[in-house]
Nanobody
Framework: VQLVESGGGSVQAGGSLRLSCAAS?????????????LGWFRQAPGKEREGVAA???????NYADSVKGRFTISKDNAASTLYLQMNSLAPEDTAMYFC?????????????????WGPGTQVTVSS
């Protein structure tokens, strides 16, 4: 399974970005995209990885308190693509954002522990 993020960039505080994560290779794996736990986590320089959002096979979503009400995770099973809509961005949201897939427990805190990761996309928010 391969994951590739896109959509990162530089924005001013209060702005919005939409991240995408395209998945491939599921047909060569024992996993099914629609049944996979999917999520986003981020890592800022000098800080630990922080799970941001998760979406399970039933479409149930969970968010870290730090992004609740501002970020929305969604997925398109037909396109094998995961999204993260980020609104009201703040400088503290600046980080490398990674998508991740496949795991038993599907909550934000476990997203950094999922089996597959993408290479990440940088999000920079200026004040």
């Amino acid at each position: 399974v391969q994951l590739v993020e896109s959509g990162g960039g530089s924005v001013q505080a209060g702005g919005s970005l939409r991240l995408s994560c395209a998945a491939s290779g599921y047909t060569d794996s024992p996993y099914t995209y629609s049944r996979s736990c999917l999520g986003w986590f981020r890592q800022a320089p000098g800080k630990e990885r922080e799970g941001v959002a998760a979406i399970d096979s039933d479409g149930n979503t969970n968010y870290a308190d730090s992004v609740k009400g501002r970020f929305t995770i969604s997925k398109d099973n037909a396109a094998s693509t995961l999204y993260l809509q980020m609104n009201s961005l703040a400088p503290e949201d600046t980080a490398m954002y990674f998508c991740a897939a496949v795991g038993r427990i599907c909550v934000p805190t476990t997203v950094p522990l999922l089996r597959y990761w993408g290479p990440g996309t940088q999000v920079t928010v200026s004040s």
